[in-house]
């Protein structure tokens, strides 16, 4: 258990579908990330946010919309996603505003049709 | 381009053996390299390192930075099957600390 909850676990929907990952942190923590790892491939940043204010957005595709309505939860809509965006998505937080991550969830594995 | 290579791909080791895992780095703005352990799904934070020469430890791993050579190694001594994993190393790039480059990991397989 690391403190970071992501759901759902898996995630199968197709390219015209609309869905969204959800990750939840009880840790005070005030900095919270997404990460799409794929396979073969390092883990590559998406997104950051810290205290609620997204300061890191690394070109992500408009397909993928992050939300932080407060600094315990953090969603990623998703929609008319395509086949290369099947990957695990991992979502993390870290106790300060400008550090590392430090705890990661279990992730949400997509699948896209 | 920023970049992190981690050596080698994967490894097979018997309980007992000692590993040592390989990451170097080019990157414009280091300000620390951190390993993690992977493994069903979500990374664990094992090591923070920002300065050349200073050996980090927790039990059987260690871990040391050569800022000079830019790499650093992670030492697994008297392995044991639970240390079976994906090993992530990533180097922090910018001065707000949060973007992390992460290498594509060592996978570790430590047989009975």
């Known amino acids: 258990e690391t403190g970071v909850t992501q759901t759902p676990r898996h995630l199968v929907m197709g390219m015209t579908n609309k869905k969204s990952l959800k990750c939840e942190q009880h840790?005070?923590?005030?900095?919270m990330y997404w990460y799409k790892q794929s396979a073969k491939k390092p883990l590559e940043l998406m997104f950051v946010?810290?205290?609620?204010?997204?300061?890191e957005n690394n070109s992500v595709p408009s397909r993928f919309s992050p939300e932080c309505p407060n600094s315990s939860h953090l969603f990623l809509h998703l929609h008319t996603l395509q086949p290369e965006d099947s990957a695990l998505y991992l979502c993390?937080?870290?106790?300060?505003?400008?550090?590392?991550?430090?705890?990661f969830g279990d992730g949400t594995r997509l699948s896209i049709l | 381009e920023d970049k992190v290579v981690q050596s080698p791909l994967s490894l097979v080791v018997h309980e007992g053996d000692t590993v040592t895992l390989n990451c170097s780095y080019e990157?414009?703005?280091?300000?620390?390299l951190l390993w993690y352990k992977q493994e069903k799904k979500a990374p664990t934070f094992l090591f923070m390192l920002?300065?050349?020469?200073i050996e980090k430890k927790s039990g059987r791993l260690s871990s040391i930075l050569d800022k000079k050579e830019l790499f650093s190694i992670l030492n697994i001594t008297a392995t044991q099957t639970g240390d079976s994993a994906i090993y992530l190393c990533a180097v922090e790039v910018d001065e707000y600390g949060n973007k992390l480059v992460f290498g594509a990991g060592t996978i570790l397989r430590v047989k009975s």
């Open positions: 840790l005070g923590h005030n900095a």
């Open positions: 920002t300065s050349s020469g």
């Open positions: 946010y810290s205290l609620e204010e997204r300061v």
């Open positions: 990157v414009t703005n280091f300000r620390s």
């Open positions: 993390a937080s870290s106790p300060g505003t400008g550090g590392p991550p430090q705890h």
